[in-house]
């Protein structure tokens, strides 16, 4: 098995997105405003040359959090054939690495309900009661400070 995780283009996402997040709606609500800012960025899981899961980093706050520096995970998706296999864990230390890369202090994010454990594992907490994300279903919001180890 041959693995990298790359810096990736904006729509190099979308096929991804599209089967994970967005499936059976159309390809284009798998562009997220703000996808082509240069202060945002792509990073892809290759299994052996295929893209098989994807995360994005929007560098923006929160006003639940006082003011630093802080990235916004979203369009974490891993396809449904190669979950459960630590890729999504892999993809959210490549996120943190960067974060930390680039000082900034605090990673946020919308979680879907059904993927808190998933960050909770990770040492991610949620904050404040679920709430419903129109189209998409129930999420947390979920927060950690990133530090050096
Ligand atoms: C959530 C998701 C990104 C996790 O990716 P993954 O590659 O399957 O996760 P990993 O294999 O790296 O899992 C790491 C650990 O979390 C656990 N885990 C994975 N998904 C979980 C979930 N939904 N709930 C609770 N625990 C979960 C794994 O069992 C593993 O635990 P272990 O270390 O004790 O074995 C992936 O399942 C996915 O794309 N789901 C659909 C889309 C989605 O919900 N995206 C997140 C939107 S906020």
């Given at each position: 098995?041959?693995?990298?995780?790359q810096?990736?283009a904006p729509?190099d996402?979308?096929?991804?997105?599209?089967?994970?997040?967005?499936?059976?709606k159309?390809?284009?609500?798998?562009h997220?405003?703000?996808d082509?800012l240069?202060t945002?960025?792509?990073?892809?899981?290759?299994?052996?040359g295929?893209?098989v899961?994807?995360?994005?980093?929007f560098?923006?706050?929160?006003?639940?959090f006082?003011?630093q520096?802080?990235?916004?995970?979203?369009?974490?998706?891993?396809?449904?054939s190669?979950?459960?296999?630590?890729?999504?864990?892999?993809l959210?230390?490549?996120?943190?690495d960067?974060?930390?890369?680039q000082n900034?202090?605090l990673i946020?994010?919308n979680?879907?309900?059904?993927?808190?454990?998933f960050?909770?594992k990770m040492?991610?907490v949620t904050?404040?009661?679920?709430?419903?994300?129109?189209?998409?279903g129930?999420h947390?919001?979920?927060y950690?400070?990133?530090?050096?180890k």
């Amino acid at each position: 098995m041959n693995y990298s995780i790359q810096k990736i283009a904006p729509f190099d996402t979308y096929p991804v997105r599209h089967l994970v997040l967005r499936f059976g709606k159309p390809i284009e609500t798998c562009h997220f405003n703000g996808d082509d800012l240069l202060t945002t960025h792509h990073f892809g899981y290759y299994l052996n040359g295929t893209l098989v899961g994807v995360i994005s980093l929007f560098e923006i706050g929160n006003d639940h959090f006082s003011k630093q520096k802080s990235y916004q995970i979203r369009g974490m998706a891993v396809l449904s054939s190669h979950q459960k296999q630590g890729i999504g864990e892999a993809l959210v230390q490549k996120a943190e690495d960067f974060c930390l890369s680039q000082n900034a202090t605090l990673i946020w994010f919308n979680a879907r309900t059904s993927a808190v454990g998933f960050y909770e594992k990770m040492g991610y907490v949620t904050i404040g009661s679920e709430f419903e994300i129109t189209d998409v279903g129930p999420h947390f919001l979920m927060y950690k400070a990133v530090t050096k180890k």
